[in-house]
């Protein structure tokens, strides 16, 4: 799609931060040093016109945000498109900082400071330099790491200095009593810092191994590491994968994804298909979902190196027929593996009077058919669950109980200690509330009470067998009903 299209579709779009990005990736793509020859200036004036009209149109957006901050920035980018002639970067500087919110008037501030050329250098560095003073004084540590992580991005290229030191703090940020979206922040962190320098990441991932309540986010940031230095050795020819250690490719499949997303960026080159077979004999033993991406990064990598040579037709089409035959195979083994568990399920129930019953690794489905088919075996008043660790995610056995035994009262008793352990809430009630609303069902759950005992040294529940028990039977659980079938086989 030429640059002209793309504009025409802006027309259409509403949200303000996705037609700055459009614009942004318009002006990057002009003013790269690798493409710009093919727009001559008549028509970069000429895009920068049509933009200039789009930006008076859409921006302030009229649903987001009502500043003029998109629209400044906006305007920066058409600037970049003209050549940076006849800019008053006072003038710019000034409206940024009218602006209500701090933090977009440091965003602001950061993505004028980066379009200033050389000789506004010094200007340029008092600016940056305000904006990373101004995010460290930031209230909120997550507003805080965003914009570090912006400014880093944007001053790419431009203040490398600068780039490395807001790095360097956002990694200093105590992010442990945060989300998973923070932490991904940080992942991300650690990614572009390995793009600007490897030892500087080694040297980030340093930083946290002083302190004991971040060992958590230092050990990702490990294993991030880790993984980055063995994507390097994958693909470099002085290294034999033949001599690459065991405990690194167990990190084989989520390598081949990231090889494969970095592949169709064009951000690494393609390796020869001696050394593809080397990679994928390391991973022959993996299952079908951790070979899936290990299959498809070879695929594309010999694709992308052979596809245009006299070698096509021996690499790459004999691996698309290949791939065809194991999908075949793989539908077959998935078709027969249905067909055995739909009669093993079948078999499990109507015998559900058996004994007993080993659930092994990978048969939860079967465990949990038995369970179901020994609480409708006949109506019965109550069931009462001692289990030391029961907890929120246990709560699936509920909606067992409403499929056979909705009226049935349920008593659960479990021990304080593991409470304590699984639980961020000190309100143990409302955690259980909200794991039933949020996780586990719509409905109401059956009539039940849990309690929760232990000792007073430990906090630990006296009984340590699971037992489920109603007024007319009982059975014994080798394991608790949430881990029943996963980790290890159990008897029931």
């Not at 970049?80 to 209500?100: M, N």
């Not at 290949?322 to 499990?348: F, G, M, P, Q, W």
């Not at 955690?431 to 609303?437: D, G, I, M």
Request: net charge neutral.
């Amino acid at each position: 799609m030429g640059v002209m299209s793309v504009i025409e579709v802006l027309g259409f779009m509403e949200r303000d931060s996705l037609i700055y990005s459009v614009i942004e990736r318009i002006a990057d793509g002009l003013t790269d040093r690798r493409r710009r020859q093919r727009y001559s200036e008549q028509q970069k004036l000429e895009i920068a016109r049509k933009l200039e009209g789009i930006i008076a149109l859409k921006l302030p957006a009229k649903n987001y945000i009502q500043h003029d901050g998109f629209k400044i920035i906006a305007s920066v980018q058409l600037a970049r498109i003209r050549g940076l002639k006849g800019i008053d970067w006072v003038a710019l500087i000034a409206s940024a900082r009218k602006l209500p919110n701090k933090t977009d008037v440091l965003y602001v501030l950061t993505v004028i400071a980066t379009a200033m050329p050389n000789r506004e250098a010094v200007r340029r560095a008092q600016l940056l330099a305000e904006c990373v003073s101004g995010c460290d004084m930031l209230p909120c540590v997550v507003d805080r790491i965003d914009l570090y992580e912006t400014i880093a991005h944007e001053c790419w290229g431009v203040d490398s200095s600068t780039s490395r030191k807001v790095l360097e703090l956002a990694m200093k940020l105590p992010l442990q009593q945060y989300g998973e979206e923070v932490q991904g922040q940080q992942r991300r962190i650690i990614d572009f810092a390995n793009k600007l320098d490897p030892e500087l990441a080694t040297s980030m991932a340093s930083l946290l191994d002083d302190d004991p309540a971040r060992s958590p986010n230092q050990r990702k940031a490990r294993e991030q590491l880790e993984s980055f230095e063995f994507r390097q050795k994958l693909m470099d020819s002085k290294v034999d994968v033949n001599d690459l250690p065991e405990e690194e490719l167990s990190d084989l499949p989520e390598a081949s994804w990231r090889l494969l997303a970095s592949l169709n960026a064009d951000r690494v080159a393609t390796v020869d298909n001696g050394r593809v077979r080397a990679i994928l004999r390391k991973g022959s033993d993996s299952s079908l979902s951790e070979a899936y991406p290990i299959l498809s990064w070879a695929i594309a990598n010999n694709r992308s190196r052979y596809s245009a040579t006299d070698q096509a037709s021996t690499l790459v089409a004999s691996a698309f027929h290949s791939a065809v035959e194991c999908a075949r195979l793989a539908l077959r083994v998935a078709a027969h593996r249905v067909e055995r568990n739909r009669v093993l399920k079948k078999a499990i129930i109507s015998t559900a009077i058996q004994d007993s019953i080993i659930v092994g690794v990978g048969h939860r489905e079967e465990g949990k058919a038995f369970l179901q088919a020994w609480l409708a075996k006949e109506p019965y008043q109550y069931l009462k669950i001692c289990d030391p660790y029961f907890g929120p995610d246990d709560l699936e056995v509920l909606k067992i109980i409403l499929a056979v035994q909705p009226n049935m009262i349920v008593q659960i008793l479990t021990s304080y200690k593991h409470q304590k352990q699984v639980m961020r809430s000190a309100s143990f009630d409302s955690t259980y509330h909200e794991a039933w609303r949020m996780i586990v069902s719509d409905q109401s759950p059956p009539d039940t009470e849990i309690f929760i005992v232990g000792t007073q040294t430990t906090g630990a529940l006296p009984i340590h067998d699971r037992w489920w028990i109603t007024d007319k039977a009982g059975i014994r659980l080798g394991s608790s009903y949430n881990s029943l079938g996963l980790t290890q086989d159990s008897e029931i």
